[in-house]
């Protein structure tokens, strides 16, 4: 990653020589990560998953004048479309007990594995519209200081940069193919995919400030159950539940 503060500058960066050689995927290395760490990377987790599997496929694209011509990020295909919709069962499955419980290796070890899953999905397939919003999001908000993670600087996690925007971004491409957001959001264990994304969005926050051994899952709750797509006022109150700070919404240069 580049983030260059004082620039308001944050953008991913890739080349071959930045390739790792090799990969640890072990859960026991994750054991001791604070929740809000663990959401944060799970929701990017479900969010490259999500993004992949929407992108606009690569039979819809211009057709690249030979094999080598064709980007690393091609649109949603079929063999990305297998690990995509796989790391979307596994977010919806285990993200909420890999927050919930740090003990609970089996659930981080799935997330572990989806994050890896989405990243064969999205290396080729790419993701869209939460990712590119993300890093200016980042790139502005340098006001913010979440919990979890160290106190000595100011920032916004990636995955809060993502899933913010998220919902909203995949109303907007409902349309495109309703079916593959069907699709999506059965994956992740809902039926309407904004509204699954917001629930796992607003669990991470409220996972956080209750007492976990004595009350309900979120979407457990029948009170919290909702048969449709929140009203504007609900997705308004749902904004600086996750992205509290001084800085949300606020910041005039963005
Ligand atoms: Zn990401």
């Not at 057709?63 to 649109?75: H, I, N, T």
């Not at 990243?119 to 913010?144: M, N, Q, R, T, W």
Request: contains cysteine; aromatic residues 6%; glycine residues 10%.
């Amino acid at each position: 990653m580049l983030d260059i503060p004082d620039r308001r500058v944050k953008t991913g960066i890739s080349h071959r020589y930045l390739r790792p050689a090799q990969a640890i995927v072990d859960p026991d290395l994750a054991r001791t990560l604070p929740a809000e760490v663990v959401a944060s990377a799970g929701l990017d987790v479900v969010c490259h998953a999500a993004e992949s599997f929407l992108a606009k496929p690569y039979t819809e694209r211009e057709k690249p004048a030979s094999p080598g011509d064709r980007p690393p990020y091609q649109g949603a295909n079929p063999v990305a479309d297998v690990w995509s919709q796989k790391a979307l069962e596994y977010g919806g499955r285990f993200l909420r007990r890999a927050v919930e419980n740090a003990d609970d290796l089996q659930a981080r070890g799935a997330m572990m594995l989806a994050a890896s899953m989405a990243g064969v999905g999205f290396g080729s397939a790419g993701v869209h519209i939460p990712h590119a919003f993300a890093y200016p999001i980042a790139g502005l908000k340098h006001e913010y200081r979440p919990r979890g993670y160290p106190e000595d600087h100011a920032f916004v996690p990636h995955g809060i940069s993502v899933i913010v925007t998220a919902p909203a971004a995949f109303e907007f491409t409902f349309s495109s193919d309703p079916e593959r957001h069907q699709r999506a959001a059965e994956s992740l264990g809902g039926t309407d995919l904004p509204e699954t994304l917001r629930e796992l969005m607003n669990d991470r926050t409220q996972a956080r400030d209750r007492d976990r051994r004595h009350r309900p899952r979120t979407t457990k709750d029948p009170a919290r159950r909702r048969s449709s797509r929140p009203g504007p006022e609900e997705s308004r109150l749902a904004g600086p539940a996750v992205l509290r700070g001084p800085a949300c919404g606020g910041a005039g240069s963005g």
